[in-house]
Nanobody, 117 residues
């Protein structure tokens, strides 16, 4: 089973940028969908919010709250998915999880993003 490891989280001021990366332990070319969800402070794990997804063919989908600010990309040659986050807001503060989906969904351990006002 593939392992996913997120990186790139941290503390940033409002208006700043971060790039999250998700590294897979094996090829990702077969996954029908990959992307990012987030768990906001005070929310349970089963209350994850979809942030951005990208399909095998490169079709992207974004939460309304991040459209125009976040960009998801997928590098099949490097087995990585990235999330470029610009114009960050305090409400973007959350634990960000990478996922990969084919028949089942595999999750990473998460990376914390904190945006200060």
């Amino acid at each position: 089973q593939v392992q996913l490891v997120e990186s790139g989280g941290g503390l940033v001021q409002a208006g700043g940028s971060l790039t999250l990366s998700c590294a897979a332990s094996s090829t990702i070319s077969g996954f029908s969908s990959m992307g990012w969800y987030r768990q906001a402070p005070g929310k349970r794990r089963d209350q994850l919010e979809l942030v951005a997804t990208i399909t095998k063919t490169g079709t992207t989908n974004y939460a309304d709250s991040v459209k125009g600010r976040f960009t998801i990309s997928r590098d099949n040659s490097q087995n990585m998915v990235h999330l470029q986050m610009n114009s960050l807001k305090p409400e973007d503060t959350a634990l960000y999880y990478c996922y990969a989906r084919l028949m089942i969904t595999t999750w990473g351990q998460g990376t914390q993003v904190t945006v200060s006002s």
